[in-house]
């Protein structure tokens, strides 16, 4: 708890204080007091080191975000620098649970070649993170079966077959374009480009998002009767939606390219990290959310609710620039934010994406995903009792 | 004790049972208010201290009525649930083979083959060990000529031949079998017994749950009798299912179904 306190409040004070010249004891009692939240949190739940960690760091982000207008109203910060000291406090938290660990397996080797113990508990097999990621990679062909299903079921016995992932998300497109270039007149050039590229990505992390949140509490069978990483249930669900979105832009964005001319340059190459980052991300929320929901039945309609939030917070029909100052901090801080701008930058500005978009992008992913797993993996034992 | 590969020490399994309970935030936030929302939670215990050991190569039958935790038992060895009190120790490096239920993540719409290979992967095999098995699950289920159709066009006794064919080919140090011997026509229920005593010739480990006598006392030696979550016996066979009639002719005592 102290040392929480203390990377937290050296973390903040590394990083905010310089730029804005804050004064240094309100940043530390601001971040001593968040994370005392987070460990009131905590308390009340099972104790998990990543989560609370996260927690810590999202609630002090928002906090700091918005208590500083307040505090220091010309020292608007920008999404680099709530990003970079995010970025700071969370990877400190992290790389120390990782030296913990480290030292705790160390500990656990040396005491096995001291007294070999020949049995294992079948059950706490898969409770630990790193046994975890194990697991899943032994298990890697039920992955592969499942996403092959997801598939086959999606595509059989329909008339247009794999045309309708290309034919959705085009009838939507038009519909928005229309009302945006001939009704509310948004004036962007080449809207139909700039709307897609947002479009497409969002659908894949709404599309996995709102499936995964049923991929526990809709598998009681399986659960009951067999013994397996019952993370391969969210995670093939937001596989098959990958392959889904990387399919349906392979087909549409040569053509898009070709109409609109997009300058084809080294800012391509950073496509797949983002998609990687935002793939991490989106297993990371399935993963808790359809935890969330075989404890809470009712987690699927906040789900509904926040996605439809979601869409209009994050610049997808509109850009960056157009967004009021007042209410830069709710787009920015929206998590799809990040991934989204940088497809934009790329595909729609031509330009390489800036720093704070990597910083940003990184850290959610990672953030999202070690919390989302964690949460996932304190629950695991318990989901054939739960659903 | 050294060819112990299954080893219950003291498991105790405690369930709860919830009245008028739909688990949804708006029920917790409305029981804050209103009685009548609040979740009457009961335990039960499903299984109250129970030591066992099952050595390698040995065949165990587990028999009891309905609601004594037989199942229960059989889905902690698996490690299916974690045991409430105790230790539920497996013997490191065995694979365990659960038949609690037949055709786990089978589809519908999916043909005999690509099912074969889902529920096979499910039981962790990989795909190059379900290629090798292939031919001979088909064979063993006797659906060659239909093996490329939807099983929802199949009749219900060649879903169940599919499912037992893909269950008699994994390769597991201890098999946990839970009622299978109802599945099929009789001859295909014949094959099915032949294929547990190649199991047992085989020198694999069996642990049987059964309500029918005579087929645990063709293939145990030794039974566990079971009664409201105590282990009552443990010895020969013969006068296990003894103990198990004696206790059925009692009045009833019965459990709620685990969960």
Redesign the interface.
């Given at each position: 708890m102290l040392l929480d306190a203390a990377c937290g409040a050296v973390a903040y004070a590394l990083i905010v204080g310089p730029p804005f010249a804050l004064p240094g004891p309100f940043v530390i009692a601001l971040s001593g007091l968040m994370i005392a939240l987070a460990r009131l949190y905590h308390a009340r739940w099972q104790p998990t080191w990543p989560l609370r960690l996260t927690v810590a760091v999202v609630v002090a982000t928002a906090g700091t975000a918005l208590a500083l207008p307040v505090v220091a109203p010309d020292a608007l910060p920008t999404a680099g620098i709530i990003a970079a000291h995010g970025a700071a406090l969370f990877l400190l938290g992290l790389s120390w649970r990782i030296a913990d660990g480290v030292r705790y397996r160390r500990a656990g080797r040396r005491a096995r070649a001291a007294q070999p113990?020949?049995?294992?508990?079948?059950?706490?097999?898969l409770s630990s993170m790193s046994s975890g990621v194990l697991h899943v990679w032994?298990?890697r062909?039920?992955l592969?079966?499942?996403v092959?299903?997801h598939l086959?079921?999606k595509y059989?016995g329909s008339m247009l077959g794999f045309a309708w992932t290309l034919v959705v998300p085009l009838m939507m497109g038009a519909v928005y374009v229309l009302a945006f270039t001939y009704v509310l007149r948004v004036g962007t050039p080449r809207f139909a480009l700039y709307l897609l590229v947002g479009l497409l990505a969002w659908n894949y992390f709404a599309g996995a998002i709102s499936a995964s949140v049923d991929a526990v509490s809709g598998s009681g069978?399986?659960?009951?009767?067999?013994?397996?990483p019952r993370v391969v249930l969210p995670l093939s669900v937001v596989l098959f939606h990958l392959v889904q979105y990387v399919l349906t832009t392979a087909v549409l964005l040569p053509m898009l390219m070709f109409v609109y001319e997009v300058p084809l340059g080294w800012q391509f190459l950073a496509l797949p990290a983002f998609l990687a980052a935002q793939t991490l991300f989106t297993v990371g929320m399935a993963l808790g959310l359809s935890t969330a929901t075989a404890?809470?039945?009712?987690?699927r309609h906040?789900v509904d609710v926040a996605l439809g939030i979601g869409f209009w917070t994050t610049p997808i029909v509109y850009e960056m620039a157009m967004v009021p100052d007042q209410a830069s901090f709710a787009v920015l801080l929206s998590p799809l934010t990040a991934y989204i701008r940088a497809y934009q930058d790329i595909l729609y500005y031509g330009v390489m994406p800036d720093l704070a978009l990597w910083i940003t992008a990184g850290t959610y992913a990672i953030a999202a995903f070690v919390s989302g797993l964690s949460v996932f993996l304190a629950y695991e034992?318990q989901f054939?009792?739960?659903v | 004790m050294s060819d112990t590969v299954v080893?219950a020490e003291h498991v105790s399994k405690r369930?709860f049972i919830h009245r008028n309970h739909?688990?949804?935030?708006?029920e917790?936030v409305l029981g804050l208010f209103y009685e009548r929302h609040r979740t009457v939670s009961s335990a039960f215990w499903a299984l109250q201290d129970v030591s066992l050991e099952v050595r390698r190569g040995e065949s165990l039958g587990l028999v009891g009525r309905n609601g004594s935790g037989k199942s229960t038992l059989l889905?902690?060895?698996?490690?299916?649930?974690?045991?409430t009190a105790g230790?539920?120790?497996?013997?490191?490096g065995t694979r365990?083979g659960?038949m609690?239920?037949l055709g786990?993540?089978f589809?519908a719409?999916?043909s005999g083959r690509?099912n074969i290979?889902?529920n096979a992967?499910?039981?962790?095999?990989?795909?190059a060990a379900?290629d090798r098995i292939y031919d001979s699950v088909v064979d063993y289920a006797e659906l060659a000529t239909f093996i490329h159709e939807p099983i929802k066009n199949y009749s219900s006794g060649m879903v169940v031949r599919l499912a037992f064919a893909v269950a008699a080919h994994l390769d597991a140090d201890v098999l946990l079998l839970d009622e299978i011997f109802a599945v099929g026509d009789i001859a295909f229920q014949a094959k099915c017994r032949a294929t547990i005593q190649r199991f047992m010739n085989e020198g694999r480990t069996i642990v049987f749950v059964s309500h029918s006598a005579p087929a645990v006392a063709e293939i145990c030696a030794r039974v566990c009798v079971l009664n409201a979550g105590r282990l009552v016996f443990d010895g020969p066979a013969a006068e296990g299912l003894g103990v198990h009639e004696a206790l059925g002719s009692q009045s009833p005592a019965l459990g709620p179904p685990a969960?």
């Amino acid at each position: 708890m102290l040392l929480d306190a203390a990377c937290g409040a050296v973390a903040y004070a590394l990083i905010v204080g310089p730029p804005f010249a804050l004064p240094g004891p309100f940043v530390i009692a601001l971040s001593g007091l968040m994370i005392a939240l987070a460990r009131l949190y905590h308390a009340r739940w099972q104790p998990t080191w990543p989560l609370r960690l996260t927690v810590a760091v999202v609630v002090a982000t928002a906090g700091t975000a918005l208590a500083l207008p307040v505090v220091a109203p010309d020292a608007l910060p920008t999404a680099g620098i709530i990003a970079a000291h995010g970025a700071a406090l969370f990877l400190l938290g992290l790389s120390w649970r990782i030296a913990d660990g480290v030292r705790y397996r160390r500990a656990g080797r040396r005491a096995r070649a001291a007294q070999p113990e020949p049995y294992t508990e079948k059950a706490d097999e898969l409770s630990s993170m790193s046994s975890g990621v194990l697991h899943v990679w032994r298990y890697r062909h039920l992955l592969r079966n499942l996403v092959g299903k997801h598939l086959m079921l999606k595509y059989r016995g329909s008339m247009l077959g794999f045309a309708w992932t290309l034919v959705v998300p085009l009838m939507m497109g038009a519909v928005y374009v229309l009302a945006f270039t001939y009704v509310l007149r948004v004036g962007t050039p080449r809207f139909a480009l700039y709307l897609l590229v947002g479009l497409l990505a969002w659908n894949y992390f709404a599309g996995a998002i709102s499936a995964s949140v049923d991929a526990v509490s809709g598998s009681g069978a399986m659960l009951k009767s067999v013994a397996f990483p019952r993370v391969v249930l969210p995670l093939s669900v937001v596989l098959f939606h990958l392959v889904q979105y990387v399919l349906t832009t392979a087909v549409l964005l040569p053509m898009l390219m070709f109409v609109y001319e997009v300058p084809l340059g080294w800012q391509f190459l950073a496509l797949p990290a983002f998609l990687a980052a935002q793939t991490l991300f989106t297993v990371g929320m399935a993963l808790g959310l359809s935890t969330a929901t075989a404890i809470f039945h009712d987690v699927r309609h906040l789900v509904d609710v926040a996605l439809g939030i979601g869409f209009w917070t994050t610049p997808i029909v509109y850009e960056m620039a157009m967004v009021p100052d007042q209410a830069s901090f709710a787009v920015l801080l929206s998590p799809l934010t990040a991934y989204i701008r940088a497809y934009q930058d790329i595909l729609y500005y031509g330009v390489m994406p800036d720093l704070a978009l990597w910083i940003t992008a990184g850290t959610y992913a990672i953030a999202a995903f070690v919390s989302g797993l964690s949460v996932f993996l304190a629950y695991e034992t318990q989901f054939s009792e739960l659903v | 004790m050294s060819d112990t590969v299954v080893r219950a020490e003291h498991v105790s399994k405690r369930f709860f049972i919830h009245r008028n309970h739909s688990p949804t935030i708006k029920e917790r936030v409305l029981g804050l208010f209103y009685e009548r929302h609040r979740t009457v939670s009961s335990a039960f215990w499903a299984l109250q201290d129970v030591s066992l050991e099952v050595r390698r190569g040995e065949s165990l039958g587990l028999v009891g009525r309905n609601g004594s935790g037989k199942s229960t038992l059989l889905r902690l060895i698996a490690g299916i649930h974690r045991p409430t009190a105790g230790r539920m120790l497996v013997r490191a490096g065995t694979r365990i083979g659960t038949m609690i239920e037949l055709g786990v993540g089978f589809h519908a719409e999916l043909s005999g083959r690509d099912n074969i290979y889902l529920n096979a992967s499910v039981y962790g095999l990989t795909r190059a060990a379900v290629d090798r098995i292939y031919d001979s699950v088909v064979d063993y289920a006797e659906l060659a000529t239909f093996i490329h159709e939807p099983i929802k066009n199949y009749s219900s006794g060649m879903v169940v031949r599919l499912a037992f064919a893909v269950a008699a080919h994994l390769d597991a140090d201890v098999l946990l079998l839970d009622e299978i011997f109802a599945v099929g026509d009789i001859a295909f229920q014949a094959k099915c017994r032949a294929t547990i005593q190649r199991f047992m010739n085989e020198g694999r480990t069996i642990v049987f749950v059964s309500h029918s006598a005579p087929a645990v006392a063709e293939i145990c030696a030794r039974v566990c009798v079971l009664n409201a979550g105590r282990l009552v016996f443990d010895g020969p066979a013969a006068e296990g299912l003894g103990v198990h009639e004696a206790l059925g002719s009692q009045s009833p005592a019965l459990g709620p179904p685990a969960p």
